[in-house]
């Protein structure tokens, strides 16, 4: 993204990505944007004369329209399964940020790491205890809190090791820097 600029960390190493419909610091993880739709239509002529729309993909948060060409799945009154699953890791995300008493900017940092984790299907196959939990760590890591990913084992009884292997592989998969711990 040419002359945007983090507005957390300050970084303009803007990663946006039209297939997925976002732009995220790649240094701190902040979606910046989400739900970002061209408002423009081109048309391109096939090789038997006819002519084919040429189009965006438009993000499956967005609201009204078609957005989901029928393949969301739809729980209790109007949500979206996925909109259940963000409601639900923010409440989980909150509380485990309240026990290690981490801000208000902490919890958006660590949902907005869900969030990432969530689109790229990083959660499939994994206790959404230990996704929550590894993106509250993140958080604690990137924004250089004194919690060690003991501290969040212990908040949630949940064994250390299956939590760094979790850990491991999102902050890999979503590319996230982690600076070193120790100073």
Not at 34 to 60: L, M, P
Not at 92 to 120: E, H, P, V, W, Y
Not at 124 to 129: A, E, F, K
């Amino acid at each position: 993204m040419s002359g945007k600029k983090c507005k957390h960390c300050g970084s303009s190493e803007i990663e946006v990505d039209p297939a997925r419909g976002d732009a995220v610091c790649t240094n701190c993880g902040t979606v910046l944007e989400d739900n970002i739709i061209v408002a423009e239509v081109e048309f391109q002529e096939n090789a038997h004369g006819g002519a084919s729309a040429i189009g965006q993909f438009v993000s499956a948060e967005s609201k009204g329209g078609a957005s989901g060409f029928g393949r969301a799945f739809t729980v209790g009154i109007g949500q979206e399964s996925r909109e259940v699953t963000l409601r639900k890791a923010r409440d989980g995300i909150t509380a485990l940020c309240q026990q290690l008493r981490l801000n208000q900017q902490c919890i958006d940092i660590a949902c907005n790491f869900f969030k990432m984790a969530l689109s790229r299907h990083l959660t499939i196959g994994r206790p959404s205890s230990h996704t929550q939990a590894a993106c509250v760590y993140m958080t604690c890591r990137t924004e250089g809190t004194a919690h060690l990913l003991i501290d969040i084992s212990d908040a949630l009884q949940i064994c250390c090791y299956q939590l760094g292997r979790t850990y491991f592989r999102l902050s890999r998969a979503l590319c996230i820097n982690i600076p070193p711990t120790g100073k």
